[in-house]
């Protein structure tokens, strides 16, 4: 008896907040006129700042020489700059990879170790764009053997991204009003609003894993960045 008296008031309970909630989500219809938009925005500029991600490997019979090689490029490398004024928190280095190297025999079936292969990655921020094709001949002639990426930024992103928020903000209520007038209505004000933050776009300009070829600089004076953006909206209509 206590059993069905239990399973009759979970089900009570249950019906009853099922059924607020359905009055909940009838509430939130919308059940007016009312008109959705998204704004979008984009902002380009020229660059005048870069990351780059540079990796020294280098490969030795025994793990300690492996990683001496690897250690003296990226200390070598890490002076280079210094000399050239770049600051220490504008430079990451990582730590080291390290990784035996393997021969497999196809007539003995085994696979023996034939060395070791080191590396390590340095991640420097460039606050002049100038200077970027100086670091990066400079890393090359201190033993870094590749450039795994370039990306391009700028020194005013803050300002950026608060002028492509507005004019995703406007993109919006143009739209609105245009769609309104067109069906013989009117916007009367905003009812939700839906905003993400954008991340901002740094596109990889460049990429190689040897010595670069030809004088490319001019093209990195040329690099550009963009910053996008979104909200969307709703409105009521008069």
Do not use: C
Request: charged residues 25%; without cysteine; proline residues 2%.
């Amino acid at each position: 008896m206590k059993k069905t008296i239990l399973a009759t008031l979970t089900a009570s309970l249950l019906s009853s907040t099922l059924a607020i909630a359905a009055t909940k989500a009838e509430a939130n219809e919308l059940n007016f006129p009312h008109i959705e938009t998204v704004g979008t925005s984009q902002v380009m500029v020229k660059a005048d700042m870069a990351e780059i991600n540079v990796e020294v490997v280098s490969e030795a019979k025994t793990p300690a020489d492996a990683k001496a090689n690897s250690d003296k490029a990226v200390a070598d490398f890490l002076a280079r700059l210094a000399e050239a004024g770049v600051e220490r928190d504008q430079i990451h280095s990582a730590n080291l990879s390290l990784q035996a190297k393997q021969q497999y025999d196809s007539d003995t079936h085994t696979t023996t170790e034939v060395g070791y292969r080191a590396s390590r990655q340095v991640t420097v921020t460039v606050v002049e764009l100038k200077q970027l094709n100086k670091i990066l001949d400079t890393a090359l002639e201190q033993g870094i053997n590749r450039v795994n990426n370039i990306s391009f930024t700028s020194s005013k992103t803050d300002e950026l991204i608060a002028q492509a928020r507005k004019q995703a903000i406007a993109d919006a209520q143009q739209k609105a009003k245009a769609l309104a007038a067109e069906f013989g209505t009117e916007v009367d004000r905003v009812w939700q609003i839906r905003y993400y933050d954008q991340r901002q776009v740094q596109p990889v300009m460049y990429r190689m894993d040897a010595t670069p070829k030809g004088n490319v600089a001019e093209s990195y004076q040329q690099a550009q960045t963009t910053v996008s953006d979104r909200v969307e909206v709703i409105y009521r209509l008069k």
